[in-house]
């Protein structure tokens, strides 16, 4: 059973407009929490992270937001660049054990 | 930031072909691991080692083997190539958590993709 779950495969959006990116998990226990960017045929990218003591956690264009209550993590990202089209993975761990990730969402930036 | 290197990038190879994929890091990272990955899906994990001659299989079955000889370099080994074996092969390390409550980013490999004809 998937643990982390990105519901939806596909985004499109504007250049200069904010993309929010949504990832939903089911393991209580998980305290840490990535983003991925992967571009074809390369590995992915490591983002940003959050510990589960935050609730939001910036780095310049993106900013992570974990709803513990919810079980619900989003990333954003403003304003958004062609250059950010790729997919984009969550990622979740409970102490420090293994990860697991969510299918993806390809994000596409419209210039 | 991890340097992480895997080899090769593309192979294409006939069934029951013996392959062993190769994934190195410079960091002397313990912590490695080997994920699978087919598009539109999550990465699966296969194959993790905390450290020399530690190897643990991963949550997604696989026929696949791996070793640990050396801290900077874990390959993963197919007996029998078969064409389910067809996929992206993801090559991971992370360093280790010096004190903190929490895990560590994975650093990934650009990956190998795999065709079993």
């Known amino acids: 059973d998937q643990q982390v779950k990105q519901n939806s495969p596909s985004l499109s959006v504007q250049e200069g407009r904010i993309s929010i990116l949504n990832c939903d998990y089911t393991n209580s226990m998980f305290d840490y929490f990535l983003w991925y960017k992967k571009y074809p045929a390369e590995g992915p990218t490591f983002l940003i992270s959050i510990s589960s003591i935050k609730d939001k956690n910036e780095d310049g264009r993106f900013t992570v937001f974990l709803n513990k209550s919810a079980k619900h993590l989003s990333l954003h990202i403003v304003p958004s660049q062609p250059g950010d089209s790729a997919v984009y993975f969550c990622?979740?761990?409970?102490?420090?054990?293994?990860?697991?990730f969510g299918s993806g969402t390809k994000l596409n930036v419209k210039p | 930031e991890a340097d992480i290197y895997q080899t090769p990038r593309y192979l294409v190879i006939g069934t029951g072909k013996k392959i062993t994929l190769e994934c190195s890091q410079t960091m002397g990272h313990d912590k490695m691991y080997w994920y699978q990955q087919d598009p539109g899906m999550e990465l699966h994990l296969i194959h993790y080692?905390?450290?020399?001659?530690?190897?643990e299989k991963g949550d997604l079955s696989s026929e696949s083997t791996v070793s640990r000889i050396r801290t900077e370099h874990f390959p993963l080994t197919l007996e029998s190539a078969r064409p389910s074996h067809t996929s992206q092969y993801l090559c991971?390390?992370?360093?280790?958590?010096?004190?903190?409550?929490?895990?560590?980013?994975?650093?990934f490999g650009n990956g190998t993709r795999l065709t079993v004809t």
């Open positions: 080692s905390y450290g020399v001659n530690s190897t």
């Open positions: 990622a979740a761990s409970e102490g420090f054990n293994k990860f697991y």
């Open positions: 991971a390390s992370s360093e280790p958590k010096t004190g903190g409550w929490y895990n560590s980013p994975l650093h």
